[in-house]
């Protein structure tokens, strides 16, 4: 049975960051929308599925009871992290950058270790000083063979890094899909207010560019919902380090999609950036392996029976 729900685990795995990975291809799609028109249905289709998923099990009205004081602030944080995220990542890929957000989301464990150190004054290990060390070198180079910062990648990173310290630091108070709802719902105000702004200027896609096109922009809530929930699936049942280890998916597939569908030219200079990082994420994953070796003999080790002892 554990092994069962082991190997559903990683199949969820799988399939949430192989969807997150693929994402360049459904934003591409959904041209010539632009980013911010993109951004706001996808926070308002989002919503519209959370909620009727919530009426339909009962939970909208416990939901909002609990959205208020530390929860309502935290979840408030949470949700602009992400919606700037969201808006940062579509923009790269409607802006022929697709590139680049992969290489924010190889940066992302490495900048997560970092605020780790800085926000939570955790104490880093040897491969971890190694990695971060490492990181920061490429974002340096990057910078100068550039001649400016990779700021997409570097806000992509940080701005996801930002989001899961937050969700760290509100604890699990809210299960994946209430969570989702609470972040659209703070997000969804300023969405509606930019889809009535792009509508009232003439700049909406949504009616004007076939049923095709509208059905793809409301097809954003399950996109987004659907690989969310696996992941969700996927925590529930697998250890971190096998989702961490497992979390490079996305942003190998997103780089493969930008360079032979996308036809995103890399420089030289870039591809070594890309290697440079590469380096630095081949010292986190040794050291999330061994240490997570290591606390499997601890516990094993605890959990033996003791000796028996002879009566006198």
């Not at 979840?75 to 409607?94: D, E, H, P, R, T």
């Not at 971190?240 to 030219?265: A, C, D, W, Y």
């Not at 440079?276 to 050291?287: E, G, K, N, Y």
Request: contains cysteine; charged residues 15%.
């Amino acid at each position: 049975m554990t092994r069962e729900r082991h190997g559903l685990g990683v199949v969820a795995a799988w399939l949430a960051y192989g969807i997150w990975g693929l994402f360049p291809l459904y934003f591409h799609a959904l041209r010539p929308a632009g980013a911010d028109e993109i951004l706001a249905h996808r926070i308002l289709w989002t919503l519209v599925l959370c909620v009727f998923i919530l009426v339909l099990r009962r939970e909208l009205v416990d939901l909002l009871r609990q959205l208020r004081g530390r929860l309502a602030l935290g979840v408030g944080i949470a949700a602009y992290l992400i919606g700037i995220n969201w808006f940062v990542y579509v923009y790269a890929v409607s802006t022929g950058r697709t590139n680049e957000a992969a290489l924010g989301y190889f940066l992302n464990p490495i900048v997560t270790v970092a605020l780790g150190v800085l926000v939570l004054g955790e104490r880093l290990r040897r491969l971890q000083w190694v990695a971060v060390g490492i990181g920061a070198a490429a974002a340096l180079y990057l910078t100068f063979v550039g001649g400016g910062l990779p700021w997409i990648s570097l806000v992509l990173a940080g701005s996801f890094g930002g989001y899961g310290l937050t969700k760290k630091r509100l604890g699990a108070t809210l299960p994946a899909l209430s969570s989702l709802s609470a972040e659209t719902i703070f997000l969804a105000p300023p969405a509606l207010g930019l889809v009535w702004w792009l509508s009232a200027t003439g700049e909406s896609t949504f009616t004007t560019e076939g049923v095709g096109h509208l059905l793809l922009l409301v097809s954003a809530g399950v996109v987004t919902a659907i690989p969310l929930l696996l992941f969700a699936e996927a925590a529930r049942r697998i250890p971190l380090v096998t989702i961490g280890l497992i979390q490079f998916i996305t942003p190998v597939l997103q780089l493969i999609v930008s360079v032979t569908i996308l036809r995103e030219q890399l420089t030289v200079e870039r591809w070594v950036g890309f290697a440079i990082v590469w380096v630095a994420l081949f010292f986190l994953s040794v050291d999330s392996l061994t240490t997570a070796r290591r606390r499997r003999r601890l516990s094993a080790k605890e959990a033996e029976p003791l000796e028996p002892v002879e009566p006198l």
